[in-house]
């Protein structure tokens, strides 16, 4: 079982301020992302790593930024955090040598995250 | 880019009712396609996949056709149960098989 623990499960933090979530899994797999779910939007990709220190863009980028200096964690974050970044984000790992089209999209329990 | 296009929800059926959920989708090449399941409270968890044309992908009951000439993935189940009460996300892999791209998600209300 791969073992995915996301942290803070919950934050409330104020509109400016930094904010780092923490994606750690437990085994070494290559691929880590992370998604931000929002109603009407569904998932959306914000960044993803395919190896120590080897990351690139998703879709919703702009304001985030990511480091992954172990294979084990992932880092996410908000450098000012805004009102259009609360949300509930999501890592996931990819189960297997490959990316998700080959492997299984594991997902952590999730991140709540309100910006005041 | 690529994109996937889910019927709006929620959908609302009774017990044993059949369920049919529209997903299409427009990509490069030949994606991987996947039925994604999120429970209250949860992260998402695969249900289903196809990797190639024709494939059906089946589990608990749902099941799933790659169909290359219509650019559809539907999801159905013969009978459905309360405990099937989610939201199911349509998704595609890109020709790198390093990200997957996400409907906007069908939320499913099964009534007793």
């Known amino acids: 079982d791969a073992g995915i623990t996301q942290s803070p499960r919950h934050k409330v933090t104020e509109t400016g301020t930094p904010v780092t979530l923490r994606c750690h899994q437990t085994e070494n797999h290559r691929y880590m992302y992370w998604y931000r779910q929002d109603p009407g939007h569904g998932l959306r990709l914000i960044h993803y790593s395919y190896g120590v220190k080897d990351t690139d863009k998703g879709e919703v980028s702009d304001g985030y930024s990511v480091s992954r200096s172990k294979t084990e964690d992932f880092l996410l974050t908000l450098e000012s955090a805004t009102s259009s970044q609360t949300s509930v984000y999501f890592c996931?790992?990819?189960?297997?040598?490959?990316?998700?089209?080959?492997?299984?999209?594991?997902f952590g329990a999730g991140s709540r995250l309100t910006v005041l | 880019g690529d994109s996937v296009t889910q019927m709006e929800g929620p959908v609302t059926l009774s017990e044993e009712a059949f369920l049919t959920i529209n997903c299409t989708y427009t990509?490069?090449?030949?994606?991987?396609l996947f039925w994604y399941v999120q429970y209250p409270g949860e992260g998402l968890q695969l249900l289903l996949k196809a990797t190639k044309a024709d494939d059906k992908g089946s589990n608990k009951g749902f099941e799933a056709t790659y169909r290359k000439e219509t650019t559809s993935f539907h999801l159905e189940k013969g009978s459905v149960q309360v405990s099937d009460s989610a939201v199911y996300f349509c998704a595609l892999s890109d020709q790198g098989y390093s990200t997957l791209t996400f409907g906007k998600g069908t939320m499913l209300l099964v009534s007793p």
């Open positions: 996931a790992i990819s189960v297997g040598t490959g990316g998700p089209g080959a492997n299984v999209l594991t």
């Open positions: 990509a490069t090449g030949y994606p991987s």
